[in-house]
């Protein structure tokens, strides 16, 4: 059972001097907790990811010391910014710690892989929990974020600040997008661990594109039927593929349905499904089919994490590289082949 893969113990980490912390080489949800407000939308669902995925939740408190340009930071300032810090993040393990799920405190200058988490460990890479305030993504506000989706530690769970939970949250629903590519299949090993945790529904979803034709003036018919005949394989094929995917996974004996969409605009057919399903928490990765090494997120990804109303988790490009990383013990333990959602 997943649950029996978490480790109750809850510590703290305590650095005694600036610049002296250095990585875990435990798996992770990253929570920046400079936010009390922020904390409290994302931690229920930062602790019901973690706890699927047997890990730990890291409250991380970026406490700057007042260094300037060529001026060392002041031991003493520093100590101090420190002390009060961990007194609130003390507060807020003992607030949330009876939800059952580890938890640990980092307190760093500044928002930083060496410090935090360690995005570069290929065994650990850390999935980072934000809170979206209306249709702005954190990494859009702060360069110290958007330096982390460049880097590679493109994994992220986003929460929309008006969604709120027990804690830990529970989810009854999640859907599930894929487009056909392997890219896409990434978030299946989490899917799994995420519904077998919880008890909920599996909708895989998949839109269909549209079956495209120039067009200078009214289509003739030897168009319209090139066009109705694309549409149908489409379908045809897209059906086939879900009905392959949910073959891989019936074996765990989880919930589960298949949709497909056809034509239109697939970033708001997206979007309408969640909403249309009920479903409470969205998997997607962070590029399918059309994704471009140099960007951090697929137009397709960025659109739904800007306007879904639920929270979405994110599984990021670095996974592409092997499936031997994050979600290895997960999809051993859900009876995945090693080469079966993987690139």
Known sequence: ???????????????????????????VVLLKSNSTSEVQTTIPHAMAVAQALGRKVRLVQVVGAGEAAGIPVDPVEWDLKKRQAQVRLTELEARYGHAGCPTDT????????????????????????????????????????????????????LVPE??????????????????????????LPAAVALSRFHGAELLFVHVTPDAGLTVTGP??????????????????????????????????????????????????????????????????????????????????????????QVPVLMIGREYEKTDARLYSDVKASAGLRANSTMA
């Open 1 to 27: 059972m997943q649950g029996e893969l978490l480790d109750r113990t809850v510590s703290r980490q305590d650095e005694s001097r600036p610049g002296a912390e250095e990585a875990s080489s435990e798996g």
């Open 219 to 308: 289509l003739e018919p030897e168009a319209l039927d090139l066009r109705k005949q694309v549409m149908l394989r489409n379908r045809r094929v897209a059906s086939q593929y879900l009905a392959n995917i949910r073959s891989r996974v019936e074996s765990q004996a989880l919930p589960m349905t298949t949709r497909v969409l056809e034509g239109g605009d697939v970033r708001h057919k997206l979007i309408e499904v969640v909403k249309d399903t009920q479903s409470d928490l969205v998997l997607i990765a962070s590029q399918g089919t059309t994704g471009h090494a140099d960007v951090a997120t697929g137009t397709v990804a960025r659109f739904v994490l800007e306007n879904a």
């Open 106 to 157: 980092r307190i760093v200058q500044r928002f930083l892989p060496s410090l935090i988490g360690g995005c570069h460990d290929p065994d650990h890479e850390p999935i980072f929990c934000f809170a979206r305030h209306e249709k702005v993504l954190p990494w859009d506000r702060e360069d110290e974020l958007r330096r982390f989706m460049h880097s590679g530690c493109s994994s992220v769970l």
């Open 162 to 187: 008006n969604v709120s939970a027990d804690c830990p949250a529970s989810y009854r629903r999640l859907l599930v997008m894929l487009d056909g590519s392997s890219r896409a299949e990434r978030v």
